[in-house]
């Protein structure tokens, strides 16, 4: 049984590659640009911009699950084209889908969003992932599209190291407080979709973390250990680039339709889940810890 990780190479794919191999799960993956080595992975590189490859790849590797984790933003080849083509080549055989989506197919004209929500999305990247969602939805009824959030983790995703290179300098920007989502840590989205994966789950799940904050508030955690605290890090004036305020809170309201998902995820594991509520009861940030603090006073 290969569990085959489209995106292998990314920022969660190696996540769940790392928990596929703790759980000694057979696993293959792909990389596109960065070439990776992993005991006990098989690599495969892959293009998703061509057809061709795609149904080589599953006739070769004859994956008994597929994890779709691979991310082209707006680049309407990769995230929509591929994952139709992906969706085709898995139910013709019959294998298993998992297809990672996103907050960004709702517009945050809401507060609150339920798996019922009809995407609306208001960025290209939002609208690849909407597209991206229908075909899989449609043309594989059995698969699970699993919406998340912010994904960071232990300093290493791309949001903490925006708040990095800002805090360093190395950069211009601003967090915005008006661009409110749910970050969950990348330790329990995979194992929230490895949960899915080997379940017999179908249709969409948010998977996100328990609590809304905005990039500000996020950066605020991001740097909230540093001994200096002398920074100038956010600029508030004005409104986040996006048209409407982005409120996009995916709410949590799987009910009893996933309850042991719904513990991990909401609930999650003190010191790993990005909790701000828990930072506060335990007088610290539970997520960073000191030794991935790499930020430098101004
Ligand atoms: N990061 C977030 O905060 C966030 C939030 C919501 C949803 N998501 C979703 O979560 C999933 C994982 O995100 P991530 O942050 O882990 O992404 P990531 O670190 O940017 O990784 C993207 C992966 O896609 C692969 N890829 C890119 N272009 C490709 C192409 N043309 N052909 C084949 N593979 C290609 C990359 O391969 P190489 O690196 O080898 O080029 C890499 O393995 C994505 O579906 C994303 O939309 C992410």
Redesign the pocket.
């Known amino acids: 049984m290969t569990m085959l990780i ?8 190696t996540e769940l590659l790392r928990q596929a191999s703790s759980a000694g799960r057979l696993a293959a993956a ?7 080595r992993t005991d006990g992975v098989t690599w495969h590189h ?4 061509d057809a061709r490859q795609i149904d080589t790849l599953i006739d070769a590797v004859a994956p008994s699950v597929v994890i ?5 933003d707006a ?1 309407w080849s ?2 929509a084209d ?1 994952s139709f083509r992906l969706a085709t080549a898995t139910a013709r055989q019959g294998i298993r889908l998992v297809h ?5 197919v709702s517009s945050g004209a809401d507060v609150h969003y339920d798996e019922t929500a009809l995407p609306d999305p208001v960025t290209p990247y939002g609208a690849a ?1 909407a597209a991206a969602e229908t075909a899989v939805r449609l043309l594989h009824p059995a698969s699970v599209v699993a ?6 983790g232990d300093g290493g ?3 903490e190291r925006v708040v990095h290179e800002l805090v360093a300098g190395a950069r211009e920007g601003a967090l915005y407080t008006d661009d409110v989502r749910c970050p969950v840590h990348v330790t329990d989205l995979a194992a929230a979709l490895w949960e899915l994966a080997v379940s017999d789950a179908a249709g969409v799940f948010h998977l996100a973390g328990p609590d809304a904050v905005s990039r500000y508030a996020l950066g605020g955690l991001c740097t909230s250990n540093h001994p200096a605290k002398r920074w100038s890090l956010v600029y508030t004036a004005g409104k986040s680039p996006l048209s409407r305020a982005w409120h996009s809170t995916v709410e949590i309201s799987w009910g009893n339709r996933f309850r042991s998902a719904m513990a991990l995820v909401v609930s999650g594991t003190s010191s790993r889940m990005y909790s701000p509520r828990s930072a506060r009861a335990n007088s610290g940030p539970v997520l960073f810890s000191k030794s991935h603090v790499l930020l430098r006073a101004r």
């Open positions: 489209i995106g292998g190479s990314g920022f969660l794919g792909t990389f596109n640009s960065r070439a990776t892959l293009d998703l911009r779709n984790a691979s991310s082209g680049d990769v995230t591929s990672v989506s996103t907050d960004a992932k919406r998340t959030s912010l994904i960071i995703s791309t949001h």
